[in-house]
C-alpha cells in the first residue's frame, strides 16, 4: 500500500486527479436536497415545453421568416410570468435562488425542442452573469430588483450582455489577443462617470432587454489593462438600438446592433473598472480582468454545451419518432438494424455531452463560481430562510463598499489560477462537446429521414440551423479548444504558449 | 477539373459562369427568400433561354444534346452561386433522363419541342425519393385506354410551377411501380402552398393529391424501378457535381475572408488552425472534383461497373460537403450565420442535395447488396 505522501505525490502527477475527476470529488460534498431541487427544474422545463414551447416553436420560426422584424415580446411576457427570469438570481438579491447546476438541465430540455426559444430565457442570464461576477453588489441589487419588480408587475425587465463589435468577436474574448485586436468601443473618463462611443453586434436580445451589461475600454490599444464594465439602460441618451441580424437559425431571439454615441454612463452604473480593481488587489490588471471574464464564461459555456445536448437530443428524438412510425421495405424503421445503431449513436452523443456539462458545473461548483452559493450551510441556509430574512437582513449589508470588497477579494484575489484553469478548461471542453454532438446528431437524423427531414414542419431541419450557432456564440469552438489547451494541458508544459504565433 | 479532360466543354463552363455572376451572385439573398418572397422568375426563364434545362435531352426532342459531363460541368458553377436554380436543372434532367430511359421518345418530343416557355419545360418530380423505398405512392386504375390517378404524392418537386408532372404510381396489384405523365392543370389535383424546406428555397415542392386525375403510362407497366435505377445512376454523379459547386463556393468565399478579417492584429489566415480549417475544405473540394471528373469520364466511356462508382462518388461528396459547409460558416465566425454572407445559406443547400435520390443509408444498403450480388428485398434487420 502506498502511502498517504505517496498517494498524495502521485495525484498530483499530470493529469493531476483534482483537475479530471471532479464529479468524484463533488459528489460526497453536494446538498442532498438540491437532487431534488434539480429534478423540479426539470418538471417545470417539460411542462413549459408541453404549454408553451413546442406549440410555438414551428411557428415562431416561420412567423420570423415572414416578418425578419418580429421580435418575441409575447414569448417574454409567458417567460416572465411563470418566472423564469429570477429562477437563478440569488434569494440574497431577491430571486428564487434555484442551484445555478440546475439551468444546464433547464436548457437542456427547453433546447431539445427548441434553442431559440431557450435562449430567449437563457442569455438572460449571461447578462446576469457579467453582471454578478462583477461582485458589485449595489449595482447588482439595483438592476435585480427591477428584474423581480418586472416579475411581479408583468413587465419584463430583461439584462443582456454586449462585448462582440463588427471588427472584433473572439478577440474580445480572451485577453492575450484584446490588445492586437480591432477594438472600437471608447470609454473615455471624465468627471463623474464615462463616455461611451462605439457600436455592439451580435447582441442577444439587445432590443428586447432593459438593461445591457456593456463592455468599452478606456484605451482600445490596452484593452486588456483598461476594462470598463457598464450598465446600459434602454432609454439612455446617446444608446441606441441600430438593426437585428437575419440570422439561419435561432431567429425568435434576436441578434441586436447596439450603437453608443457621446452617452454618459454615471459612476453608480459602472460595474468595473481599473480604479475599482485596484482597491482590492495589486495583480495585474490584465490577470484580473481574464479572470472575471473567465469567472462569467465558466459557467455560461458549460450552459451553452447544455444548449448543444439540447439539439442533440432534439435531433434524437424526432430520429426516433420518425423511425417509430415509418415502414422501409415492409419493415419498421426502428428494426433495421443500421437505424438501429445510428439512434444508439445519437443517443450516445446525448449522454456524452450532457456528461461534459456536468462535469464542469462540478468544476464551477467545487472550485469556482458557484463554490460559495454551494458550500453546504450556505446552500441550506438560502434554501430554508424566508426571503424577508434576506431582504431585511442582509440586503442592507449589500449596499456597503466592503461587501463587494470582500466578495472580490474571495472570488479574484484569492482565488488561484489553478482554480480558474480548472473551471475554464472544462467549461470550454463541454461547450465544444456539447455544440459539435449538436451539429452532428442533427446532420444523422436528416440522413435517416430522408425528405421528411427537409420540411421546416418537420422540426428537425429547424434544430440544424439552430444548432449551427452554439459552435459560434460564447467563443467559436475552436477558440475553445485552443482554451482548453491553454488550461488544462499547457500548465503542465512551460515551453507551451497559446495566441503567440 | 473536367474542362481540363475535356476541353470541349469549356464554353459550357463559361457560359454557365457568366449565367452565375450575371444573374444569380447579387440576388443570392434576395432569391432564397421564397416562399417569402417573389420567385425567381426571370432567372428560370433565361435559365430556359440559354438551354439549360435541357442540356442532356437530345437535340431531335428540342434539348441541346450533351452529355453528363456538359450537366455537371453547369450544375458546379451555377451551385457555386446558387444551388436553387441547380435543383430546378437537376430535376428537369432527371425528369427527361427517366422518360428517356423509358424510351418514350414521342412523349419527349410532344412535350419539349412544343414547349414556348420555362413552364411548359418543366417536368415536375419527387426528386428526393427513391420512389421503390415509398410505402405510400398514388394508385393507378386503368380505365379503357388511360389510366387514372388517385392518391397523395408528397414532395413534388416543381409542382408549383411545372406544367407537367411525371409521376410514380402504383398500378392495382401488380408489383413495383410504374410512372405517369400527368398534366398538372387539370381538374382533380390539389396542391399544398409551397412547402417550406431547409434548402435549395428556390427550387419549390409541393405535396399533391389526385382525385381521379387522366394519366398517361411512361414506358411498360411495373417497370418504373428498371427506367430510375437507371437514370439515377448518372443523375447521381450530377447531383455531386452540386455539391461540389457548393464546396467551392464555400471554400473561395472563407478564403476571401480570411485574407481580410483581422484577429490578434494579424488577418485571421495567418492563424494556423484557420489555416488547418481551410485546407481541410479545399482538399474536400479537390478531392470531389477529382470524384465528378472520373465518374464522367467512367460513364462517357462506358467503362464496368460505372453506376456503382457514381454511386459511390456521389455519396462520398456529400459527406465531403455535409462538413466543409459546416466549416465554411465557422471560418467567418457570426457573420458566416447571418445571410448577408452565402455560408448559411450553403450549409443548408447541401443537406438538402445530399438527399437527392433517397436517403444516404439507404442507397449504401442497396450498393453492397447489388455488389454482393443480393436480391435488394432479402435484407436482414
Known sequence: MLSCSEVSTRLSQYPKFEDTMLSLQYAPKMPKAMVMETKQVIAIARQFNDEVARPLALALDRKTHEDPDYLPWDLVEKANKRGFYSMWIPKIFGGKGYNLPSMSYFSEEVGSVCLG??????????????????????????????????????????????????????DVEEMDLIDKGKITCLAKRVKGGYIVNGRKIFISMGHVSTWTALYGYTDLKNASETTVGMMMKQGMKGFTLGSHENKMGQRVCPASELIFEDCFVPDEQVIVDAQMTRKYT?????????????????????????????????????????????????????????????????????????LAYIEANYANSLRGAYKLLQLKPMYYYQKYMPQAYFDKVISPFLERESATWLLRKMAYDWHSLADDHCCSGWASLAKFTGTDIGVRNCQMALELMGQAGLRQDRGVEKI?????????????????????????????????????? | MLTSFQPYLKPFDDLASSFAARELVKKIEEHDKYPFGPFFSEVLDKAYEVGFLGIVLSEEFGGIGQGIGALCVILDKICQADSSLGGIIFTNALSQEIMHSAGEKQVLKKIFTKAVSACEFLVAYPSFCNPGQMVKLPEAKQTGKDFLLTGTLDYLVLGGIASRALVPAKLGDKAGY????????????????????????????????????????????????????????????????????????????????????????????????????????????????MCVTQACQAIDQNSKEWGKNCVAAALHIHELACDAVTDGIQVLGGNGYMKDYGQEKRYRDARQIQALLGTAPMKKIAMIREAAGLDDTCAQV
Open chain 1, 117 to 170: 426559444i431557450m435562449n430567449v430565457i437563457g442569455v438572460h442570464y449571461l447578462g446576469v452573469a457579467g453582471l454578478l461576477t462583477s461582485y458589485n453588489t449595489p449595482l447588482i441589487k439595483r438592476v435585480l430588483k427591477e428584474v423581480i419588480q418586472g416579475e411581479k408587475n408583468g413587465k419584463p425587465c430583461l439584462v443582456a450582455l454586449a462585448i462582440t463589435e463588427p471588427g472584433a468577436g473572439t
Open chain 1, 282 to 354: 495589486k495583480k495585474p490588471l490584465k490577470e484580473i480582468n481574464m479572470r472575471y471574464m473567465d469567472y462569467a464564461l465558466s459557467a455560461t459555456r458549460a450552459g451553452v454545451g447544455a444548449f448543444g445536448v439540447g439539439a442533440a437530443r432534439g435531433a434524437f428524438e424526432h430520429a426516433l419518432k420518425f423511425a417509430n412510425e415509418t415502414e422501409l421495405n415492409g419493415k419498421l424503421l426502428i428494426n433495421h438494424q443500421w437505424a438501429q445503431c445510428m439512434l444508439a449513436e445519437m443517443y450516445k452523443n446525448v449522454m456524452v455531452g450532457r
Open chain 1, 464 to 501: 440544424l440551423r439552430d444548432a449551427k450557432l452554439v459552435q459560434i456564440y460564447e467563443g467559436t469552438n475552436q477558440l475553445n479548444r485552443l482554451n482548453l489547451f491553454k488550461c488544462l494541458i499547457a500548465p503542465a508544459y512551460p515551453q507551451a504558449k497559446v495566441f503567440e504565433e
Open chain 2, 178 to 289: 410504374s410512372f405517369f405523365l400527368v398534366d398538372l392543370s387539370k381538374k382533380g389535383i390539389e396542391k399544398s402552398e409551397p412547402i417550406f424546406s431547409l434548402g435549395l428555397h428556390s427550387c419549390p415542392a409541393v405535396d399533391v393529391v389526385f382525385k381521379s386525375v387522366k394519366a398517361q403510362l411512361i414506358g411498360e407497366e411495373g417497370k418504373g424501378s428498371i427506367y430510375f435505377d437507371e437514370a439515377s445512376k448518372k443523375m447521381h454523379v450530377a447531383a455531386g457535381a452540386m455539391n461540389t459547386g457548393i464546396m467551392k463556393g464555400s471554400f473561395n468565399e472563407a478564403l476571401a475572408y480570411s485574407k481580410e478579417r483581422l484577429q490578434g492584429g494579424c488577418e485571421i489566415i495567418n492563424w494556423s488552425e484557420v489555416s488547418m480549417i481551410l485546407s481541410n475544405m479545399l482538399v474536400k473540394a479537390n478531392v470531389a472534383d
